[in-house]
């Protein structure tokens, strides 16, 4: 269609199922790109039912330091990639990833907001799958500056809310922070970076825990260093 997009149809006839009709559009913009394909089976004979499946893979940058996306992949049935796929690694997916984010990544400090689930493909011919928690949502924060005198200050922190479709499983919120500080002691011939942090965790949970409300707090210190050897070496 044009250098930066295309559209590819790939229809398949299937002897026993019948004919299944397939489409990915592809685009490459200046600030949107994405890949999006899409399948689509009327009436397979054998199952004796409409099958189809999705894969929409989008992302918009919204200036130099902001981004949104999103990824989308669902299928009709648990045995749509067994009875119509031919490739291993295909066949073998249980779990397909459903997500969309907000991102801004900046000098000394970034910021993240997403929401995930799964769809959980069953093989009945085989033990229950387990599905995985969705996060409904999660944000992130950091920040990493340098300070006075070399020492940089770093701070990872964290909330998500956990969510499950099973309602035998507890379902709850963790909170997570760790600031550290560090000083970088370089020299000629090596170097030296104590780091000094508190990772501190909390969980609140549902009814169903044993309990509902979990504080950590865990103090971390390392301390990094090597030494650098250097020689001239002639060859004749």
Excluded: C
């Amino acid at each position: 269609l044009a250098p930066n997009y295309d559209a590819t149809l790939y229809p398949r006839l299937l002897t026993k199922r019948g004919l299944q009709l397939g489409g990915e559009f592809r685009y490459l913009l200046d600030n949107i790109r994405g890949e999006n394909r899409l399948e689509y089976l009327a009436n397979d004979r054998e199952a004796d039912r409409s099958r189809w499946s999705a894969n929409l893979q989008n992302e918009y940058r919204v200036n130099a330091n902001t981004q949104v996306g999103m990824v989308f992949n669902s299928v009709s049935d648990d045995d749509y990639f067994r009875d119509l796929s031919n490739q291993i690694s295909i066949t073998s997916l249980t779990h397909l990833n459903r997500e969309a984010w907000l991102t801004t990544q900046h000098s000394h400090w970034y910021a993240e907001l997403r929401a995930q689930s799964f769809q959980t493909l069953q093989d009945s011919t085989d033990t229950l799958i387990e599905e995985p928690y969705a996060r409904l949502p999660q944000a992130r924060f950091g920040i990493d500056h340098t300070l006075g005198s070399g020492l940089e200050f770093k701070l990872e922190s964290e909330a998500t809310r956990f969510a499950h479709s099973d309602p035998g499983l507890p379902e709850g919120t963790r909170v997570l922070a760790y600031p550290t500080l560090r000083l970088p002691l370089t020299s000629s011939f090596g170097f030296l970076t104590p780091q000094i942090g508190w990772h501190s965790s909390y969980y609140a949970l549902d009814d169903i825990a044993p309990e509902q409300n979990i504080t950590r707090n865990l103090p971390i210190f390392s301390l990094d260093s090597g030494v650098a050897f250097d020689r001239p070496v002639s060859v004749n």
